[in-house]
């Protein structure tokens, strides 16, 4: 049996600095090549390989594929939900072209395995909000949620039509301390804890009462990895699966962080990433990843509170 060598697009970023050292700590350092335009932090740089480029130019992925003898490509790069609606070309334009290069190794036999990342993001205002079902009315209203949507479509029909064997999760807003969050309408709940070390304060985007999924990274990354190592039959949702961890809203969040910080106050100053916000799910039914390959999540809002205020109270000291 050939040994596996992966690469992580998108290296650098919220997930990738995170998934990026979990992988190398299972395939071992050298078998986990990252990527990005965009240098990592010093652990991914110098724990193992590193290429610079953009996944737009198919050549240099082809050469990176050789290179390395990639057999497992998972897909991070993306223009996230508030980003994207502000450079709506972009962000349909990587968000596709770099899935439909991935799909096109695999289909060709170039490699063996993808993951790509969805999002609550493929539902829309007409979905229903509460424990919103795998299979429902999906009907996203910004270009993020398009794309992730479309993006299943393929995953889907890469596999149904050519064999393909991608795996996708749609990823409820996940919050993190490693590295700063993207562009994404759920950031607030990661610059809520910075802030709230920093200026004992925090002026909200979204309104106090707008309740969204949520996850702790170390959970997202664990079903990352569990949904990979799943065997092929176990996955029989080959568009992207439902996963939930937790779900609250601004004023939540707030008082948990004041059983800390008891001097901390929130305020509220809406913008553009409300309406984003008003169109998405505010609690998900996860049952088929249960039942498929034995998804639960681990850590409540109480946890992922005390983990994020203990690590970044070491960073602001
Ligand atoms: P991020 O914005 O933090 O990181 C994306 C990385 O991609 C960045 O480091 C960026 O430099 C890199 N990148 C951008 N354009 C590139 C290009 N042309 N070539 C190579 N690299 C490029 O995003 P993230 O939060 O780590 O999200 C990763 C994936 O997970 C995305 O597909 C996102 O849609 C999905 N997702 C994330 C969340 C979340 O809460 N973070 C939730 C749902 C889905
Ligand atoms: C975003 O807010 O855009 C992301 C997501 C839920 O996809 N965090």
């Known amino acids: 049996m050939t040994k596996d060598t992966i690469l992580v697009v998108g290296a650098s970023g919220q997930i990738g600095t995170e998934l990026v050292i979990q992988l190398r700590s299972v395939y071992g350092n050298s078998s986990v090549v990252a990527s990005d335009l965009k240098s990592a932090t010093k652990e991914i740089m110098e724990g193992g390989p590193f290429e610079n480029f953009d996944i737009m130019d198919e050549s240099r992925l ?23 609606e502000k450079n709506i070309e972009l962000g349909w334009a990587l968000n596709m072209r770099s899935l439909s290069h991935v799909l096109d190794l695999a289909r060709y036999g170039k490699i063996k395995k993808i993951y790509w990342p969805s999002s609550i993001a493929v539902f829309g205002p007409s979905t229903p909000k509460i424990n ?19 993006g299943e479509r393929w995953c889907e029909y890469y596999h149904n039509k050519f064999g393909v064997d991608v795996r996708s999760l749609r990823y409820p807003g996940l919050i ?42 170390s959970d997202g990354i664990r079903a990352t990895l569990e949904l990979m190592e799943a065997p092929a039959e176990k996955i029989k949702i080959r568009s992207s699966y439902n996963i939930a ?25 809406l913008d553009h990433r409300q309406s984003i916000a008003d169109g998405w799910p505010q609690s ?33 000291n």
């Open 62 to 84: 082809h050469e990176v594929i050789k290179k390395h003898n990639i057999t497992q490509i998972y897909l991070l790069a993306a223009l996230l939900s508030a980003t994207a």
């Open 132 to 150: 919103t079902g795998q299979y429902t009315v999906m009907e996203p209203n910004t270009v993020y949620g398009i794309s992730k949507q479309a």
């Open 176 to 217: 993190s301390w490693k590295e700063k969050p993207g562009g994404g309408t759920t950031d607030y709940a990661i610059h809520i804890y910075h802030e709230a070390l920093k200026r004992q304060k925090y002026e909200c985007f979204l309104s106090a009462t707008t309740t969204l999924p949520m996850m702790y990274m």
């Open 245 to 269: 961890g937790i779900s609250f809203n601004p004023e939540e969040i707030a008082n948990t962080i004041k059983k800390h910080i008891p001097k901390f106050e929130m305020s509220y100053k």
């Open 284 to 316: 998900i039914d996860d049952h088929f990843a249960g039942a498929h390959w034995g998804w639960k999540y681990q850590f409540d809002l109480n946890e992922i509170t005390e983990d994020m205020i203990a690590n970044l109270r070491k960073e602001y």
